[in-house]
C-alpha cells in the first residue's frame, strides 16, 4: 500500500465541493487516513510550492492557494498516487478526461480544484507537511 497527499484547493472549498470530491476519492479505492482543514499562510503556500518558485505562475499559485481555506488529506491505496493522479485528472481541465475531478470541478489551470504528490519522494515530504505521526489512523 502507498500513500499519497491530496489537497482540496480553495476554489472548490469555496464552492462547498469538498465532501463530493472526498466522495470520489473514496469512491476509487482510496481510504482516507487523516483529513482537516486550514488556511495556509503565506510562507506555508511558499514553501509547498517552492519547487516551482522559478516558474511564472508561482506568485499567483501562491496567492490562490492562500484565498480561502483548504481540505488536506493522507490518502491510502495500492498505487495511490498514480490511482489520485488518474482520477483528478490533467493540470488543466481543458485536457482532463471524463470522469474526473478536474473535468468536473476545476475552473482554469490554476484553479483546478485538486492537488496530488506526483511520486513517493514528494508524497513523504508533503504528507509530513501537514500532519504529525499521531494524526495518521
Ligand atoms: P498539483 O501539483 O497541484 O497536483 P499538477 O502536478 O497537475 O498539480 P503542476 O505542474 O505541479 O501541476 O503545477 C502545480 C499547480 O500550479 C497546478 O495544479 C496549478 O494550480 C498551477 N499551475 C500549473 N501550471 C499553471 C499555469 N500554466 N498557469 C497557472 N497556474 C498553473
Ligand atoms: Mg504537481
Same mark, same amino acid.
Given at each position: 500500500?502507498? +500513500? @499519497?497527499? /491530496?489537497?482540496?484547493?480553495?476554489?472548490?472549498?469555496?464552492?462547498?465541493?469538498?465532501?463530493?470530491?472526498?466522495?470520489?476519492?473514496?469512491? &476509487?479505492?482510496?481510504?482516507?487516513?487523516?483529513?482537516?482543514?486550514?488556511?495556509?499562510? +503565506?510562507?506555508? &503556500?511558499? &514553501?509547498?510550492?517552492?519547487?516551482?518558485?522559478?516558474?511564472?505562475?508561482?506568485? /499567483?499559485?501562491?496567492?490562490?492557494? @492562500?484565498?480561502?481555506?483548504?481540505?488536506?488529506? &493522507?490518502?491510502?491505496? *495500492?498505487?495511490?498516487?498514480? =490511482?489520485?493522479?488518474?482520477?483528478?485528472? =490533467? @493540470?488543466?481541465?481543458?485536457?482532463?478526461?471524463?470522469? @474526473?475531478?478536474?473535468? +468536473?470541478?476545476?475552473?482554469?489551470?490554476?484553479?483546478? =480544484?485538486?492537488?496530488? /504528490?506526483?511520486?513517493?519522494?514528494?508524497?513523504?515530504?508533503?504528507?509530513?507537511?501537514?500532519?504529525?505521526?499521531? *494524526?495518521?489512523?
Amino acid at each position: 500500500l502507498q +500513500r @499519497t497527499l /491530496s489537497i482540496i484547493k480553495p476554489d472548490a472549498v469555496s464552492r462547498n465541493l469538498a465532501g463530493d470530491i472526498l466522495a470520489m476519492i473514496q469512491a &476509487a479505492g482510496l481510504t482516507v487516513k487523516a483529513t482537516k482543514m486550514i488556511q495556509l499562510t +503565506r510562507a506555508q &503556500a511558499e &514553501a509547498f510550492y517552492a519547487v516551482h518558485k522559478e516558474r511564472p505562475f508561482y506568485g /499567483s499559485l501562491c496567492d490562490f492557494m @492562500t484565498s480561502g481555506p483548504v481540505v488536506v488529506s &493522507a490518502l491510502e491505496g *495500492e498505487n495511490a498516487i498514480q =490511482a489520485y493522479r488518474d482520477l483528478m485528472g =490533467a @493540470t488543466n481541465p481543458a485536457n482532463a478526461a471524463e470522469g @474526473t475531478i478536474r473535468k +468536473r470541478f476545476a475552473l482554469d489551470v490554476e484553479k483546478n =480544484a485538486v492537488h496530488g /504528490s506526483d511520486a513517493p519522494e514528494t508524497a513523504a515530504q508533503e504528507i509530513p507537511f501537514f500532519f504529525s505521526a499521531l *494524526e495518521i489512523v
